[in-house]
């Protein structure tokens, strides 16, 4: 079992910035793959970053290549998404999220995820 608590949402003008954190405990955190998905008011749930287990790898969804950076600490178990020149279309509630595997390729996939944490809104006014 793996609990996940995310942090450091808010409101912020257009073009502003945030840093979301997860904070991780339970299993050993460097055993999962992290990602973070978001979900606005009316809209499916999306992708938006991951980081592989290993620290090394990370994949972005292509609204957010560039201006996102998705980062862990592994000594705090903790993963962080660092948010910069943000958009109202950022808007949502920001999930972090664990996976011990993937069957395929599909670090994207909300149902490859076994834990979330219970999110945090993210406003960004324009």
């Known amino acids: 079992q793996v609990q996940l608590v995310e942090s450091g949402g808010g409101l912020v003008q257009d073009g502003g910035s945030l840093r979301l954190s997860c904070a991780a405990s339970?299993?050993?955190?460097?055993?999962?793959?992290m990602a973070w998905f978001r979900q606005a008011p009316g809209k499916d749930r999306e992708f938006v970053a991951a980081?592989?287990?290993?620290?090394?790898?990370?994949y972005y969804a292509d609204s957010v290549k560039g201006r996102f950076t998705i980062s862990r600490d592994l000594p705090k178990n903790t993963m962080y998404l660092q948010m910069n020149s943000l958009k109202p279309e950022d808007t949502a509630v920001y999930y972090c999220a664990a996976a011990q595997r993937y069957s395929g390729s599909t670090y994207y996939a909300g149902d490859e995820y076994d834990y979330w944490g219970q999110g945090t809104q993210v406003t960004v006014s324009s």
């Open positions: 339970g299993r050993t955190f460097s055993n999962y793959h």
């Open positions: 980081i592989m287990r290993n620290g090394i790898f990370t």
